[in-house]
């Protein structure tokens, strides 16, 4: 899980997108730098706080296998499935 405190530090009401990028570790294929796997938009008022929290599962740190033909996450104990 993910977590961060957002903030209204304006003077009217406003909205606002939480996105949570995941950095690939080192894997056997190519892969964007950042990839996005969460986001979540809030509304606040003027001075009003909220704690925004995402849930992000293997899947979000895995890549596809050819050679398995399955989701695989780097580095995992026996290459569990996500």
């Known amino acids: 899980m993910v977590g961060v405190t957002v903030t209204n530090t304006g003077g009217r009401f406003g909205k606002h997108v939480v996105l949570v990028y995941v950095t690939a570790p080192r894997r056997p294929v190519s892969s964007p730098a950042r990839e996005l796997h969460g986001f979540a938009k809030v509304a606040l008022a003027p001075g009003e706080s ?26 995992a104990a026996g290459r569990q499935r996500p």
């Open 50 to 75: 909220t704690t925004v929290e995402l849930t992000l599962d293997r899947r979000a740190f895995a890549y596809w296998d050819i050679t398995r033909d399955d989701w695989t996450v780097p580095g």
